[in-house]
C-alpha cells in the first residue's frame, strides 16, 4: 500500500460522501422538524434515479441530462409533497413509531410502483456531458465526473448553510429543530412548514439520486441499502445537524475507501481482508461514536417535547375471561393439528406463524414494557438460528440440545450488546441495535469456513418423532406458549414492575433504589434468549438457514408484527405477528405485487387503528363501558 494509493481511495470515498450527504441531510431535516423517523427516503432516493434515467435517455444530449437530473429532484420533491399531505399529515397526532409504520408500508408501495413502471431489470443511464473523460491524478486516471462530485457536495453544504442562516424559512427550521411546540405557539402554520420541510428534505434525496445515475445503475434494491446508509449519517452526525450529516457522509466514505486501499494484511497465519469490512463499516463506525458521543458528532442533547402524552393504562394481570379465552385458543391451535392429511400447507403456516408470535412477543418485551426501541432485533434471532444450526453441523448435537442452545446463544449475545445499547435512549438506542445486527451480519456472511458464508448451513431437520409436520406443529404450539406464558410472568414479578418503572419514570426509580440499567440490560437478554429460541425453531422448520435470518428487513418485519398488534398490549405482538405472517403468505401467493398489497393494507391498519389493532380496540371497548 503506497501513499499515492491511499490518497487516490480517499478522492474515491469524497465522490461517495456527495452521495450519502445528499440524502443524509434531506433526512436529517425532516427528523429535525417533523420527528418522523422516514423509512421511506431511501424510496425517494430510488425514483429520482429511476426519474432521471427516464428523461436523460428520452431527450438525450446535455440538456436531456442535467436537466433530467433537475427534473428527476423536482419530481421527487412534488412526491414527498403528496405524500405528506395526503397521509403524514393525518398521523402526526400518533405514536412516532406508527408513524414509522407507515413510511415502511410507503417503502413496498413505492417498490413495486417502480417494478411496474420501469420491471425489475437494473437500468444503467448515459455517462455525463461533459465529464465523460477521467484526469490523471498521481499517476492514475481519476473519473471527471467523481471530481465533479467532489465539488458538488460542499457546494449544497454552503446553500444549505447559508438557507438555514439567513432565510426566514431557515430560522424557522431551526427553532422548530430545537422546540416545534414553541413554534406552534408563537402562531406559525406548523402544516405548511411541515409540508414545506418534507418537500425540501425530499428534494435533496431525489438529487442524491439523480446524480448517481453516472455511477450506479437504478435498481429496485437500492431503497433499503441507501434508507440504512442514511440513518446511520444522521445518527453519527447527529439528528438535525446538517453539517454533521456532512461530517459523517466524509468520515464513512472515507473508512471504506482507507478498507480497500489497505486489502489484505498478513498477520502470522491469518490473513485480514479488511476489504470485506465495507459492507460493515459504516455501522462499525456508527456503534463506536454512539458509545463514545451519545448524540452523535455534532448533535445536541434532545430538547424534551411539552406534547402531553396520553396516560397509559397500568398492565393488568389476566382476567377470568382472558383465561378462558387462551385456553380455547390453545385447545384450537392443538386440534388444528389434525388438518395435516386434509390440508398440509396448513400446519406449515402454522408453524410460520407460532414462530413468529415468539419473535414478536420478545421483541415487544424491550419496546412496550421495556420502552427500549430495537432496530436490530434479528441479532438475536439469527443468533439462536446459527447456535443450533452449528451445534448439528459441527458436533452433531441432538435436536432438543440445539434448541436448548438457541436461547443461550442469543442470550449471551444480547448481554454483551444490551450493555452498550441500554446506555442510550430513543433513535439512538434503536440505531445502535441496527448497527449491532449489521455487525452480526457481516460475520456470518463473511467466516466462510465456519457459517458457510452466503450458502448458509444446510441439512438442519427435526429428529423422530418430530421430522413429521404435525408433531414439530404441536412442539412450536407448546414452545410459543411456554415462551408467552413466561414472558407474562416475568412483567408481573418485581424485576417486571421495576423494568417498568425505569421506562416511566428513571429519576424516581433511581431514588426509590432500583438499579435502571442493570434492570433494562437483564430485560434486554431475556428478550433476546426469547428471540433465539425463534430462531432455533425457524432453524428446523426450513431445514436450512442463511444469513438472511440476519438480515434488516427480518428486524423490520419484527417491528411491523409489534406495531400492528398495539404497544401498550400484550395481546397485541400475537395478534401483530398472526395478522402479518398470514397476510404476508396469502398475498405473495396472488400477485407479483404483494409488496404493494401489502404496503396499503398496513397504511389503511395505521389510519383505522392509530394504535395498533388490539390497543385501539382495548381502548373502543373501555370507552364504551365508562368510567368504573
Known amino acids: ?56 435517455t428520452a431527450i438525450g444530449g446535455g440538456w436531456g441530462y442535467w436537466g433530467g437530473v433537475v427534473a428527476a429532484a423536482i419530481g421527487v420533491a412534488v412526491l414527498g409533497a403528496l405524500i405528506e399531505i395526503v397521509l403524514l399529515r393525518r398521523i402526526y397526532h400518533v405514536p412516532e413509531l406508527f408513524q414509522l409504520l407507515a413510511t415502511f408500508a410507503l417503502v413496498l408501495v413505492i417498490n413495486d410502483a417502480a417494478l411496474w413502471l420501469w420491471g425489475p431489470e437494473d437500468l444503467l443511464g448515459p455517462r455525463a456531458p461533459g465529464f465523460r473523460g477521467a484526469v490523471e491524478l498521481l499517476g492514475r486516471r481519476f ?61 435533496l434525496s431525489g438529487l442524491g439520486g439523480a446524480l448517481q445515475l453516472a455511477r450506479e445503475p437504478a435498481n429496485l434494491g437500492i431503497d433499503l441499502t441507501v434508507i440504512g446508509d442514511a440513518f446511520v449519517v444522521v445518527v453519527v452526525g447527529g439528528m438535525g445537524s446538517i453539517p454533521g450529516a456532512y461530517l459523517a457522509a466524509v468520515l464513512i466514505a472515507e473508512i471504506k475507501a482507507l478498507c480497500i486501499s489497505i486489502g489484505v494484511v498478513h498477520l502470522g497465519a491469518f490473513d485480514l481482508n479488511f476489504s470485506k469490512l465495507t459492507l460493515v ?26 406534547a402531553a402524552a396520553g396516560v397509559e393504562a397500568p398492565l393488568r394481570p389476566a382476567s377470568r375471561p382472558l383465561k378462558i379465552g387462551a385456553v380455547i385458543l390453545l385447545v384450537g391451535l ?157 412483567l408481573f414479578s418485581p424485576f417486571g414492575y421495576a423494568m417498568r418503572a425505569g421506562r416511566d419514570s428513571p429519576l424516581r426509580a433511581e431514588a426509590i433504589g432500583i438499579d435502571v440499567k442493570n434492570v433494562h440490560w437483564m430485560a434486554f437478554a431475556v428478550a433476546g434468549a426469547a428471540a433465539g429460541m425463534a430462531g432455533g425453531l425457524f432453524a428446523f422448520a426450513k431445514g436450512s438457514i442463511s444469513p438472511e435470518t440476519i438480515n434488516v428487513s427480518r428486524s423490520i418485519d419484527a417491528i411491523v408484527m409489534v406495531l400492528l398488534g398495539g404497544l401498550d398490549s400484550l395481546g397485541g405482538p400475537i395478534a401483530g405477528a398472526a395478522i402479518f405472517a398470514t397476510l404476508q403468505d396469502t398475498i405473495m401467493r ?39
Open 1 to 56: 500500500m503506497t501513499l499515492d494509493a491511499v490518497v487516490f481511495q480517499a478522492l474515491n470515498g469524497l465522490a461517495a460522501a456527495s452521495g450519502l450527504f445528499f440524502v443524509g441531510a434531506g433526512l436529517s431535516l425532516i427528523f429535525g422538524v417533523t420527528r418522523i423517523v422516514n423509512m421511506a427516503h431511501g424510496s425517494l432516493y430510488m425514483v429520482g434515479i429511476y426519474l432521471a434515467y427516464t428523461v436523460t
Open 143 to 203: 473519473p471527471s465526473y467523481d471530481l465533479f462530485l467532489i465539488a458538488v457536495g460542499p457546494i449544497v453544504l454552503l446553500v444549505l448553510h447559508l438557507a438555514m442562516a439567513r432565510t426566514r424559512f431557515g430560522r424557522l427550521v431551526r427553532a422548530a429543530t430545537q422546540d416545534r411546540e414553541m413554534v406552534g405557539a408563537l402562531g406559525i402554520n406548523q402544516a405548511l412548514l411541515f409540508t414545506a420541510v418534507f418537500t425540501a428534505g425530499s428534494f
Open 281 to 306: 463499516a459504516e455501522f462499525i463506525v456508527m456503534a463506536v461514536v454512539l458509545i463514545l458521543r451519545p448524540h452523535g458528532l455534532l448533535g445536541g442533547i434532545p430538547v424534551a417535547s411539552r
Open 334 to 490: 392443538v386440534a388444528l393439528s389434525g388438518v395435516h392429511t386434509s390440508s398440509p400447507y396448513t400446519l406449515v403456516l402454522g408453524i410460520d406463524v407460532l414462530i413468529a408470535v415468539i419473535f414478536a412477543v420478545s421483541l415487544h418485551f424491550i419496546m412496550g414494557p421495556g420502552g427500549m426501541h430495537s432496530f436490530g432485533h434479528a441479532a438475536y434471532f439469527g443468533l439462536g438460528t446459527y447456535g443450533a444450526a452449528l451445534l448439528v453441523k459441527f458436533l452433531k448435537a441432538p435436536m432438543f440440545l440445539a434448541l436448548a442452545a438457541a436461547p443461550v446463544a442469543a442470550g449471551l449475545g444480547a448481554l454483551l450488546f444490551g450493555w452498550f445499547a441500554v446506555r442510550l435512549s430513543g433513535i439512538y438506542l434503536a440505531m445502535l441495535t441496527l448497527a449491532f445486527a449489521q455487525i452480526v451480519w457481516s460475520i456470518v456472511f463473511q467466516w466462510q469456513d465456519f457459517t458457510g458464508g452466503s450458502n448458509g448451513v444446510l441439512g438442519i431437520w427435526p429428529a423422530a418423532p418430530f421430522d413429521a409436520p404435525w408433531a414439530y406443529y404441536l412442539l412450536c404450539v407448546a414452545l410459543a406458549a411456554i415462551v408467552v406464558v413466561a414472558l407474562r410472568t416475568i
Open 590 to 628: 396472488q400477485t407479483e405485487y404483494w409488496r404493494a398489497l401489502l404496503g396499503a393494507i398496513i397504511l389503511l391498519l395505521v389510519l383505522a387503528f392509530p394504535g395498533g389493532i388490539v390497543g385501539s380496540l382495548a381502548k373502543l371497548f373501555a370507552a364504551r363501558r365508562g368510567p368504573p
